[in-house]
C-alpha cells in the first residue's frame, strides 16, 4: 500500500522529499521559520475577486491543507504571475480564500512598498485590465474579474501583533510577535537570536 504524506503543517510530498509552505520549514515541514520578513506587508496591495469559470469547487477546497486547495492555488498564482508579470512593482499574490460558484478566488496583488505609481488611479486600472485579460492566459483558466479595491497599510500598524497571526499557520501563530529593525519589519519569537527576549533554543 502507498505509505502516507510524511509532511505536516500542509507541507506537500514531491517524492524526493516536503515541499512546505512559506514561513514553514524542517524535514517534514514541523518548525515555523525563525524570522519572517514583513517590511513588505506595508506597501500597497489590490484586493481582487475573479470567478473562475472552468473550474469547479469542492469541499476539499475549504482544506487549505488538502490536495485540491493546493493544487488550484498553485495554478492560480503561476496564472497570476504570468498575467501580472509586466505591472511595474508587481511582486506576487496572496490567496485570502476560495469559495463557491465556478471557484471565486478572493486575492491580494501584493505591490512594491515604494509606492508612487503603485498607488496611482493609472496603475490600479492597468492591473485591473490585466485581470479581466485573465480567459487569455496560458495557464488555462477561463476567469471574469468581480472587483477591485486599493489596500494601502502604513507604519501605525507596524506593531499590532494581528500582521504575525496573519502570517503563520495558526499552529505556530501565537509564538511570533512584530519587531521594528532598522532593516524592516519583523516576526520573531523568543526563539530568534540577537533581539531583546531571545532565549537559549535548541530543536524545536
Known amino acids: ?15 524526493l522529499g516536503c515541499q512546505c509552505p512559506p514561513n514553514v520549514e524542517g524535514d517534514l515541514c514541523q518548525f515555523g521559520a525563525p524570522t519572517i520578513n514583513l517590511t513588505a506587508e506595508l506597501g500597497p496591495s489590490l484586493m481582487m475577486s475573479s470567478r473562475v469559470t472552468n473550474r469547479n469547487y469542492s469541499e476539499e477546497m475549504t482544506d487549505a491543507s488538502s490536495a485540491a ?16 508579470r509586466n505591472v511595474s512593482g508587481y511582486r506576487g499574490i496572496r490567496i485570502l480564500s476560495l469559495s463557491p460558484g465556478s471557484v471565486v478566488v478572493t486575492y491580494e496583488i501584493l ?28 495557464g488555462g483558466f477561463q476567469a471574469t474579474n468581480h472587483s477591485s479595491a486599493l489596500v494601502t497599510k502604513g507604519q501605525g500598524s507596524s506593531s499590532s501583533p494581528e500582521l504575525c497571526r496573519k502570517s503563520t499557520l495558526a499552529v505556530f501563530s501565537r ?19 540577537n533581539h531583546p527576549g531571545t532565549f537559549q533554543c535548541h530543536s524545536g
Open 1 to 15: 500500500p502507498p505509505l502516507p504524506d510524511p509532511c505536516q503543517n500542509g507541507g506537500r510530498w514531491t517524492g
Open 111 to 138: 505591490l512594491n512598498p515604494s509606492a508612487g505609481v503603485t498607488s496611482s488611479p493609472a496603475h490600479r486600472d492597468l492591473l485591473a485590465m490585466a485581470a479581466r485579460n485573465c480567459s487569455q492566459s496560458a
Open 175 to 193: 509564538f511570533y510577535f512584530p519587531l521594528l529593525t532598522p532593516k524592516g519589519l519583523l516576526c520573531v519569537t523568543n526563539c530568534t537570536p
Open 69 to 84: 486547495y493546493r493544487n488550484f492555488t498553485e495554478e492560480f498564482r503561476r496564472t497570476m504571475d504570468e498575467i501580472y
